[in-house]
């Protein structure tokens, strides 16, 4: 899997919801390492991670790829890999740890299942700033 994105942590998201775009700009204010790299689902390394991971075909969900250990997490599992990447305060949601993941996934799903609704639909793609653009893959 390394040959997907080197070494960084990768988050993909759904680039045609605003929820989710909104997601990746409050991480990337949050982001004190400036090293975790963004693609939307739809993009083509999107497509390449889907073609090594069949599982994950179908999944409505941010999946968060670290192709240094290999690990591929998806819903209330990758929000848990961001917080704990950004560090700080954001570590104090990994006390939902101790709720069961089953528990945890339902309410993700619920968030998922209603998250057009809660910020609307992206008419058109985000458009990274010329300071963040490398860190976005497929962004041009």
Known sequence: MSELGGGAPILL???SCGFCSASVQFVLRHDRLGTLRFAAIQSPFSERV???HPELRGVDSMVWVDPVKGQVLTRSAAGLRVAAY????W??????RIVPRTIRDWGYDLVARHRHLLVGTATQCQVPSSDVRHRFLDAG
């Open 86 to 89: 950004l560090g700080g305060m």
């Open 13 to 15: 998201y759904d680039g």
């Open 91 to 96: 570590r104090l949601a990994l006390i939902l």
């Open 50 to 52: 889907l073609a090594q």
